[in-house]
């Protein structure tokens, strides 16, 4: 799965020679990768960076597959399952990356498998180093390959947890924007933690709303400014300003707001600063992004998923594409929820 990053249109599948060993000790026959929207802004030229000297980039970068060949003392074996981390850190390194922290990467000399100055996980065989490979449970299956979109809200949840003890807190109500993947794992992992979780998005009826309802969740259909209730937490998940906002005059006061979604840039400014300063300010709240995810996350998320009802996850996946016709997948359809490309079709 190969795309020329910064033009448009070059999207496709192509013969890439064997990976080497220099990629890493672990030799995996792939599986499966999952498709979210950076994949679609790399195959639109808007994002992306291949390797140096290179032009073509192998994209990919939520992936799924099974060892094929493990030294002895890696922890792996032939026939294990395994997810590869994404980002790798700044060669430098920065203080982050050399803390172990390359999730918080100060310089951004960071390289990302599949986005950034490194190949993914969108091929028949890939390698991998040990410490950036993390196991899946034999009973997950296919499930595995959402284990990095999980990461990510692991992370987010788990800056929420840190931010929350500055200050008397309890877990009470949160709310998600967005029923997306993102959204969706977002919605799980908080009622994991025991929050009364409420999810908003636009959908009035369908897949969305029936796996909010099945976490046990309360689902708004519409505006973000028209949900009823006040929350302790939000987890902005769609990248829209005026989404954000919204959901932003529902946090209680000590209330946390965690934005994953990123917004497309625009001629003007898209924020209300004053209103945002005064909420803030006299209401000691808590506004922070975060993108990438930390070995520890991943590791939490697999945690999530291995405790998660397998038939939910199941419903998450309501679409499949072969890899033959992987750019098929780029093309948002109206039931879309994740669309994962089988690598052995």
């Avoid at 597959?65 to 850190?89: K, M, Q, T, W």
């Avoid at 939490?300 to 890899?323: M, Y």
Wanted: proline letters at 6%; glycine letters at 14%; one cysteine or more.
């Amino acid at each position: 799965m190969t795309v020329v990053p910064g033009q448009k249109g070059t999207a496709g599948i192509e013969e890439v020679p064997e990976p080497g060993a220099q990629d890493g000790a672990l030799l995996v026959r792939g599986m499966a990768v999952g498709i979210c929207g950076t994949d679609r802004e790399i195959a639109q030229g808007a994002y992306g960076t291949p390797p140096s000297g290179e032009a073509r980039l192998v994209i990919g970068h939520e992936s799924l597959g099974e060892v094929l060949e493990a030294p002895a003392g890696s922890g792996f074996a032939p026939g294990d399952l395994v997810v590869g981390i994404v980002r790798r850190p700044d060669p430098v390194p920065c203080p982050a990356c050399a803390a172990g922290e390359w999730d918080m990467c100060r310089t951004d000399g960071f390289g990302e498998r599949g986005i950034v100055r490194l190949h993914g996980y969108g091929s028949e065989h890939w390698r991998v180093e040990p410490d950036f490979a993390v196991p899946i449970l034999p009973r997950l299956g296919e499930l595995g390959v959402l284990l990095e979109p999980a990461s990510v809200l692991a992370k987010a949840w788990d800056q929420v947890d840190q931010i929350s003890r500055r200050a008397f807190f309890l877990r009470g109500r949160a709310l998600v924007t967005g029923a997306g993947p993102i959204g969706l794992m977002a919605c799980l992992l908080g009622a994991q933690r025991g929050y009364e979780m409420h999810v908003v998005d636009l959908a009035r009826a369908g897949p969305k709303r029936d796996l909010v309802e099945d976490l046990g969740a309360r689902y708004h259909s519409g505006d973000a400014a028209d949900v009823d209730v006040d929350v302790d937490v939000v987890i902005e998940c769609t990248g829209l300003g005026a989404v954000g906002r919204s959901a932003g005059r529902q946090l209680a006061s000590g209330g946390i707001m965690c934005l994953t979604g990123i917004m497309n840039l625009g001629p003007t400014l898209d924020v209300d600063a004053t209103t945002l300063n005064r909420n803030m300010v006299l209401h000691n709240q808590v506004l922070f992004g975060t993108v990438n995810a930390g070995r520890r996350h991943w590791e939490q998320a697999a945690g999530a998923l291995a405790a998660a009802d397998p038939g939910w996850l199941c419903a998450l996946i309501t679409r499949r594409v072969p890899l033959t016709s992987w750019t098929d997948a780029l093309d948002r359809q109206p039931e879309d929820i994740k669309v994962v490309v089988d690598l052995t079709a």
